[in-house]
């Protein structure tokens, strides 16, 4: 049993959909989050400037006690996981991983799609751990980066998003991918506007869940679970703008974000 906080963060408000599954898979648990909401978004930024920041953020939730690390963002996970792991003193969870498992389980055609960020695209990590999992597998990957800002405006029914949908996804549609990864942290909040311009037909993985699933593994596995107390305390921390991360992060978190500090970094 081990009551310290479990860290989670990504570049802002979108990683609230991972800590939201993981509040749902594990009650007992405490999170401390962190949203990089200064530096945000990721998505466009070089490999090295993500590692650079992901590192910071690493330190800081180490510093604070945390007996284990999600990355709740993609771009985060695609281009740092490995150099976070290589750091940290504790676990380190990345979403690709988890996300890449479940989309392979699911898949019967093997024909794969995956969207994320222009940088967890260009990265190939989706493509990578799918393929290492089922090497005969065809990946079709989709960077959206209009997605991002659209579900930070709370439009996922406009107009204007299904256009910008329908034009990101005719590539997916076209190879007759059966699968589609939810590779970015705010995708999961386009799921009813997605699965229209996909069709039925086509099972949409959420990463956020996924990750969830392997959190509880993991802590299982190295006897690092809460000890089952009712109600953990959260604590939530950005880097910049947090009246906006509450007002915003309320539709990912599905509830109130009571207190938010504010802390910089770099
Ligand atoms: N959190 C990022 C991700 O999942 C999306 C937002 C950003 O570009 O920073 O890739």
Redesign the pocket.
């Known amino acids: 049993m081990n009551d310290a906080p479990l860290g989670v963060f ?3 408000i ?2 609230l959909t991972v800590a939201r599954a993981l509040f749902e898979r594990l009650p007992h648990e405490a999170v401390l989050y962190f949203g990089d909401t200064a530096r ?5 930024k070089s490999p090295e400037t993500v590692r650079r920041y992901s590192a910071e953020i690493l330190a800081y939730l180490i510093g604070r006690g945390v007996k284990a690390v999600v990355v709740a ?3 985060s996970t695609a281009h740092a996981l490995d150099h976070l792991r290589s750091r940290a003193s504790v676990p380190v969870v990345g979403v690709i991983e988890p996300g890449a498992r479940a989309a392979v389980a699911a898949s019967r055609s093997g024909t794969i799609g995956v969207i ?2 222009v940088g ?1 695209v260009a990265s190939g990590a989706y493509e990578r751990a799918i393929k290492a999992l089922r090497p005969d597998a065809t990946v079709v990957s989709a960077a959206c980066p209009l997605f ?1 800002p659209l579900v930070e405006e709370g439009w996922f029914d406009h107009p204007a998003a299904e256009l910008i949908a329908r034009d990101y996804l005719e590539p997916l549609r076209r190879s007759g991918v059966d699968v589609v990864v939810l590779g ?3 995708y999961p909040l386009l799921k009813p506007l997605l699965q229209r311009v996909l069709g039925a037909g086509v099972q949409l993985i959420d990463s956020a869940e996924a990750t969830a699933a392997q959190v509880v593994k993991e802590l299982a596995a190295r006897g690092l679970a809460a000890s089952a107390r009712p109600r953990p305390e959260h604590v939530f921390a950005v880097s910049d703008d947090e009246p906006r991360f509450r007002r915003v992060g309320e539709r990912f978190l599905g509830e109130r974000l009571k207190q938010v500090s504010v802390v910089p970094l770099g």
């Open positions: 990504d570049s802002g979108g990683g945000v978004p990721y998505g466009p963002c993609n771009t994320g960020t967890t991002v970015c942290t705010h």
